[in-house]
């Protein structure tokens, strides 16, 4: 049963620190998505990766965000410096071509204290 | 932004069918129904899509109107385990782009 993976499943850490959150693909799946989920914004798009390369990352800021994808089987979230408003489920979904059917992965728990 | 609007909140008696209604009057021509569903703590999984004619699978039925402006997904025999978050999307097809959550409806399924 293929099925997203993402780690850690937690991560509590202080203000300031580095977090990096990975996500491994459906194998063979070439569109990458990242989305956060708050109690107040909701479900929101932080960026979206098509063979590695980066499509659109307008939902994601700037200044201490960064999303890449190694290679195919790897996509990484890094936040530096967090904050506590950065608080939040990540989670990771692929997608095969341009077909609209989303695997989601379960997420990460980040609380930045 | 959201193109749709749902009930915040519904119940259904286990073993019933849950309806559950989405208003989407301003969707486009080349625009499709998506729903998700989100059990608590989990990713949000994909359930069904349609664009004008009824669809069904093994986890749903998705109802359209003929204006296009409202549809309705049906749960046929709701169970504990349907209990979770409903979220009706609207996009065109196969653009592969980013899914607009709206703040979906809960369902709670009750024995």
């Known amino acids: 049963d293929a099925r997203v993976t993402q780690t850690p499943r937690h991560k509590v850490t202080e203000m300031g620190q580095e977090v990096t959150m990975r996500c491994q693909p459906i194998?063979?799946?070439?569109?990458v998505f990242w989305y956060r989920q708050t109690m107040m914004q909701g479900l929101e798009l932080l960026a979206y990766?098509?063979?590695?390369?980066?499509?659109?990352d307008s939902g994601m800021p700037k200044d201490r965000f960064s999303a890449e994808m190694p290679d195919a089987t790897l996509a990484t979230l890094k936040i530096q410096p967090s904050e506590p408003r950065d608080s939040a489920v990540y989670f990771c979904?692929?997608?095969?071509?341009?077909?609209?059917?989303?695997?989601f992965g379960p997420g990460t728990r980040l609380t930045v204290l | 932004d959201a193109k749709t609007t749902q009930p915040p909140s519904m119940d259904c008696a286990e073993g019933r069918a849950a309806n559950l209604p989405c208003n989407h009057s301003?969707?486009?021509?080349?625009?499709?129904v998506y729903w998700y569903r989100q059990i608590h703590s989990q990713g949000p999984q994909y359930i069904i899509h349609?664009?004008?004619n009824n669809e069904t699978n093994e986890m749903a039925s998705l109802i359209i109107t003929e204006d296009r402006k409202s549809s309705t997904l049906i749960l046929p025999h709701a169970t504990l385990r349907d209990t979770a978050v409903y979220y009706c999307?609207?996009?065109?097809?196969?653009?592969?782009?980013?899914?607009?959550f709206g703040q979906g409806t809960e369902l709670s399924v009750k024995p």
């Open positions: 349609g664009l004008k």
């Open positions: 999307i609207v996009r065109v097809y196969n653009q592969g782009g980013k899914l607009i």
């Open positions: 301003t969707i486009s021509g080349n625009e499709y």
């Open positions: 990766f098509r063979n590695r390369a980066p499509l659109d």
């Open positions: 979904a692929s997608a095969q071509g341009s077909t609209d059917t989303q695997y």
């Open positions: 194998l063979g799946h070439n569109t």
